[in-house]
């Protein structure tokens, strides 16, 4: 279906696979996008001195240039650009440095039309403004999505930390590995919270301007050459009143996380540039891989700033640790799917079940929604079965079967 815009919005493609490319930019424009491609890193950097698109599909692996480093230079340029980058199962966890970095998402080879349509509608939908963060008021349709209880023990103790938090006014710590959900682990605390009606403001450590960071936190005031001040809001007044989010708060800058616990300290803030005590009322939530503890031990996070951040913290466990509860996230994700795409795949043969079950997901329930994604549009039959599923995951299960062949299914 293509959707009515006042103009058509523009996609800009890159990768060196020329075949991909065509049939993207094929595909995408009788979808109503006006599509350019181009198959290098310098050439997408020349092409972006004089257009600006909507959003870029970036390959991972690109002959001139890594991903990485592309990406870097494209929020550099444009921070607000939503980038889906193109990446094979064996790169997720470079592909989870690009989602720190400011990556919108990432899509697996081999690629489903339908799902890459899917992830750059949402992209487009998403409200990103300024840097990568996330303002909502009420409830999110992503969170919403994402978003889902377990019914083991592991779930129902983390449920029990939620409920126990959410009405005080609490500052929040959220550690687990990269994928396991602290965002939405966040956004419901805010949810349950009396600041639920309030603005929930998501900001990443790591796609902060790097000349910028404190102004893109706590805004700035110039003056003009007509005498004039240009006054900027960050995110801090954009969350006045409910919730900042800070995840991988590991990668803030030492005199940001300075100027964040003067914050702390006296709830009172001044926008770089300026001079005038501005009172704000707001909860901070932050996430981290590793405990912040240890990074206080070796100068890399600020004792003062720990403390005041650590009124309650919360950790939330690998899947792989937590095996009993992968097929209702894996069941929740069939549904979601289905809905996204009209169809009624009905549940998974017992062969794909154990493979689910048992696979590592080393970026857990983020890598395991967009397998499941992908297997509802690839399936013919009412039951997703092997063939469904990425060759990796089979193959990877299998040969640890054999080695552990008395281990439960």
């Known amino acids: 279906m293509v959707i009515k815009r006042n103009y058509m919005?523009?996609?800009?493609?890159?990768?060196?696979?020329?075949?991909?490319?065509?049939?993207?930019?094929q595909f995408l424009g009788r979808k109503g996008y006006d599509v350019s491609i181009v198959f290098s890193g310098e050439e997408a950097l020349e092409h972006l001195q004089h257009s600006k698109p909507d959003l870029i599909i970036s390959d991972l692996r690109l002959e001139d240039i890594d991903g990485i480093t592309l990406l870097g230079r494209i929020k550099e340029k444009?921070?607000?650009?939503?980038?889906?980058?193109?990446?094979?199962?064996?790169?997720?966890?470079?592909?989870?440095?690009?989602?720190?970095?400011?990556?919108?998402?990432?899509?697996?080879?081999?690629?489903?039309?339908?799902?890459?349509?899917?992830?750059?509608?949402?992209?487009?939908?998403?409200?990103?403004?300024?840097?990568?963060?996330?303002?909502?008021?009420?409830?999110?349709?992503?969170?919403?999505?994402?978003?889902?209880?377990?019914?083991?023990?592991?779930?129902?103790?983390?449920?029990?930390?939620?409920?126990?938090?959410?009405p005080t006014e609490y500052n929040v710590i959220i550690y687990g590995e990269d994928g396991t959900g602290k965002r939405s682990i966040a956004s419901e605390i805010h949810k349950k919270?009396?600041?639920?009606?309030?603005?929930?403001?998501?900001?990443?450590?790591?796609?902060?301007?790097?000349?910028?960071?404190?102004?893109?936190?706590?805004?700035s005031e110039k003056e003009l050459a007509d005498g004039t001040k240009k006054i900027t809001k960050g995110l801090l007044e954009e969350a006045n009143g409910g919730t900042l989010f800070i995840s991988e708060a590991e990668s803030l800058p030492l005199h940001v996380q300075e100027t964040l616990l003067k914050f702390l300290q006296k709830r009172k803030m001044q926008r770089v540039g300026g001079n005038q005590d501005i009172n704000l009322d707001l909860r901070v939530f932050v996430s981290a891989n590793k405990r912040l503890w240890n990074a206080t031990r070796s100068g890399k996070f600020k004792e003062d700033l720990y403390h005041k951040l650590n009124d309650f913290n919360i950790t939330i466990s690998p899947l792989r640790q937590r095996r009993e509860e992968i097929p209702a996230f894996a069941e929740h994700f069939l549904r979601v799917s289905n809905e996204a795409f009209d169809k009624n795949i009905l549940g998974f043969s017992p062969e794909a079940l154990a493979v689910i079950r048992n696979h590592d997901w080393l970026d857990n329930i983020r890598e395991l929604k967009s397998v499941i994604k992908k297997a509802v549009l690839l399936s013919k039959t009412d039951l997703i079965g092997l063939e469904a599923l990425p060759v990796e995951i089979v193959g990877a299960v299998e040969v640890r079967m054999e080695k552990e062949p008395g281990k439960p299914v």
């Not at 796609?207 to 805004?219: R, S, V, W």
């Open 9 to 25: 919005q523009k996609i800009l493609v890159i990768d060196d696979d020329r075949d991909l490319c065509f049939l993207l930019k």
């Open 78 to 166: 444009y921070a607000d650009l939503p980038v889906i980058i193109i990446t094979g199962h064996s790169d997720l966890k470079t592909s989870a440095l690009a989602l720190k970095q400011g990556a919108y998402d990432y899509v697996m080879k081999p690629l489903l039309t339908e799902q890459i349509l899917l992830t750059i509608q949402e992209a487009l939908n998403k409200n990103v403004r300024g840097i990568k963060f996330m303002k909502t008021l009420g409830a999110d349709k992503q969170d919403s999505e994402i978003f889902f209880w377990g019914a083991a023990d592991t779930s129902e103790k983390l449920l029990k930390q939620l409920k126990l938090v959410a």
């Open 193 to 219: 919270s009396r600041r639920s009606e309030m603005p929930f403001v998501v900001v990443r450590s790591g796609a902060l301007p790097k000349e910028t960071p404190e102004e893109a936190l706590f805004g």
